[in-house]
């Protein structure tokens, strides 16, 4: 185009230079788009359209390929794209940019089609990868561990793939950061949703994930089992002369997501949301080429997520300093099985909060803490109509707190300390099929405040060489007792005063030889044997287990003082006087091995 024609001052000059740019003017747009990190691409050098021998346009069928892939780059924008048709693929693979936004974009994969097994692959359909070597982003040096950072994945539609968004590859000390996954749909995913390595100050927040094999996986580190399956790998930074510290603060949310997980192809135990870490020992470590250590996660927030799962609801491991509060849990599967939990921690998980979450139904407990998980707190929350215990603590260690939830018809009981130390307070608990409180296995706990109605067994069990403090709690129509110390000689128990009505063998029992049932906290009976000037003579019955009866009496409107202590089942008040009104009663302890049942007492005796 000879330019000197256009710009040559008739009447079309100035519609030339707003409506038209000249060779020269777009070399050095060029310039300045480059200075500011942004990059021209050409969609036919990343994806094809091929046809066949009729003209007919081919669909992808099975490919081990990439349609987009980007690496050292800043400041890239994927925007209203569509991919579709591929299977067994990345569609989209990023690494190493600064700056990466995909917004309304639809991915509309045909895994439901594909009969290729890739069951030990993880293929994401938008993967953030490392940036490491050849394996992992072929032609894409320099390699040097470039981490993803500063990512936002928003309004996209992820249907009929196998993974949706995440990673599955890590370079240990070099975390990917900053990374955003809000408000995306994603259905019909056959393995998982959103399945996260190594990220640090994520959000992932207000997604609607339906009929996906598994919800949310974020983890600092593989599992032992994962690091020698399939194509996922850890590495060690290439740059040997730095030294890269690992850190477990991922500062993560996990908010406000509508999740349904079931079984799929691929997955037998759907988990709405996964959250852990590692604890490599030295076997798995020489054999993946990484330090042996402690990857725990640390600072993870899970609110206000809305589950339906078919097994097990919100799973963490080795994660520490974190809350899970507020979310609504519905169990759909129909088959009770031993690890669908609604609510579990497992593996060194400690110093956690429980608080606030609503459970209905379970495939075994609504909440589960396990393998060292102490300095627990399970606050607040709502359970009803699980198949297993409404709340299970099992080898948690000391400082754990059970504290004002609600539960409803627990199969097999209530809350269980196995093997733990917990302090138990301000629970209500109705309908259990078991135990309403179990405390056993060498556990100790302090059992305060709580109100037990119609448990079918024992309101509070304490057994198999435990101990607990009990007081003040209320216990309603027990199907067997009220209170059941049933091992008394391993560890000291105090049962307090607790109000115990209707149950159907006796409030508090005592396993010792010979055996102390009480039918109320007034098992002792005084009577009146006669009052004349020798003095007012009294008698009781024996309580089994009672050594000394402290015997009180009140003159008039006087105060209560004790007068007497005795071992005897008798006692003569030589200084009553006739014509005045006395009133007497006693206390006592009752000590059987090692447990100590307090102020048990018997009726008020009127003398005049």
């Not at 000879?2 to 020269?24: I, K, P, Q, R």
């Not at 349609?67 to 579709?84: C, W």
């Not at 169990?331 to 060194?348: C, E, F, M, Q, V």
């Not at 399970?378 to 699980?386: A, C, G, L, P, Q």
Request: glycine letters at 8%; hydrophobic letters at 30%; aromatic letters at 6%.
């Amino acid at each position: 185009v000879d330019t000197s024609l256009a710009f040559d001052g008739d009447y079309m000059e100035n519609g030339y230079n707003y409506w038209m740019t000249t060779v020269d003017e777009f070399k050095a747009m060029l310039v300045e788009l480059y200075a500011n990190d942004y990059i021209l691409i050409d969609i036919h050098d990343i994806a094809r359209e091929e046809v066949d021998a009729n003209g007919n346009v081919k669909e992808y069928a099975d490919n081990s390929g990439t349609l987009i892939r980007i690496a050292h780059a800043k400041n890239i924008l994927l925007d209203r794209v569509t991919l579709q048709n591929g299977n067994n693929l990345h569609y989209v693979e990023v690494a190493g940019v600064d700056g990466f936004t995909m917004q309304d974009c639809n991915i509309y994969g045909r895994d439901s089609l594909s009969t290729v097994n890739t069951k030990n692959r993880s293929i994401e359909a938008v993967q953030l990868d490392v940036l490491h070597d050849e394996s992992r982003m072929k032609n894409f040096g320099n390699y040097d561990d470039t981490p993803m950072k500063n990512v936002l994945i928003t309004g996209c539609t992820f249907k009929d793939v196998q993974r949706g968004v995440g990673s599955h590859s890590m370079v240990v000390g070099i975390e990917f950061e900053n990374i955003r996954i809000t408000d995306n749909k994603f259905e019909n995913i056959s393995k998982t949703a959103i399945a996260v390595e190594n990220y640090r100050n994520c959000d992932i927040s207000n997604n609607v994930i339906i009929n996906s094999g598994a919800g949310i996986d974020f983890k600092n580190m593989h599992s032992n089992e994962g690091l020698g399956v399939g194509d996922s790998k850890i590495y060690l930074p290439n740059d040997t002369k730095k030294t890269y510290k690992y850190n477990p603060n991922v500062n993560t949310t996990i908010r406000n997501n509508k999740i349904t997980v079931k079984k799929t192809k691929y997955t037998d135990v759907p988990t709405a949301i996964r959250v852990y870490g590692e604890l490599v020992d030295e076997t798995t470590a020489k054999h993946a080429g990484i330090k042996a250590g402690d990857y725990y996660v640390e600072n993870v927030i899970i609110s206000n997520n809305e589950i339906s799962d078919e097994a097990i609801g919100i799973k963490c491991g080795n994660t520490r300093n974190s809350v899970i509060t507020n979310n609504k849990i519905r169990y759909t599967g129909k088959i009770s099985a031993s690890t669908n939990y609604s609510i579990s921690l497992y593996d060194n998980s400690t110093n956690n909060e429980i608080s606030g979450n609503e459970i209905t139904g379970s495939g075994r407990h609504g909440i589960y803490t396990s393998a060292g998980c102490s300095k627990t707190a399970i606050k607040n929350n709502k359970i009803t109509s699980v198949n297993g215990n409404g709340i299970r603590m099992f080898s948690c260690g000391d400082k754990n707190v059970i504290s004002g939830n609600t539960l409803n018809i627990s199969r097999t009981g209530g809350i269980v300390l196995d093997n733990t130390n917990a302090t138990i307070t301000n629970n209500k608990l109705s309908n259990d099929k078991g135990n309403g409180i179990a405390v056993q296995n060498s556990s100790k706990a302090t059992i305060k405040g709580n109100t037990i109605t119609k448990a079918s067994s024992r309101g509070i069990s304490v057994s198999l060489g435990s101990g607990a403090t009990i007081e003040s709690n209320t216990i309603r129509s027990s199907g067997l007792y009220g209170i059941d110390i049933q091992d008394p000689k391993k560890k000291n128990s105090t049962i307090g005063e607790n109000k115990i009505t209707s149950s159907k063998k006796c409030a508090i029992h005592i396993a010792s030889k010979p055996s102390v049932s009480l039918k109320s906290y007034h098992p002792i009976v005084m009577k009146k044997k006669s009052a004349d000037k020798k003095g007012a003579s009294l008698s009781f019955n024996k309580v089994n287990g009672v050594n000394k009866y402290c015997i009180y009496r009140k003159i008039g409107s006087g105060a209560w003082k004790r007068i007497a202590t005795k071992s005897t089942t008798s006692y003569v008040d030589k200084n009553y006087k006739k014509g005045k009104k006395y009133q007497y009663k006693i206390v006592a302890d009752v000590k059987v091995n090692k447990v100590t049942v307090k102020n048990i007492s018997s009726n008020i005796l009127t003398v005049r």
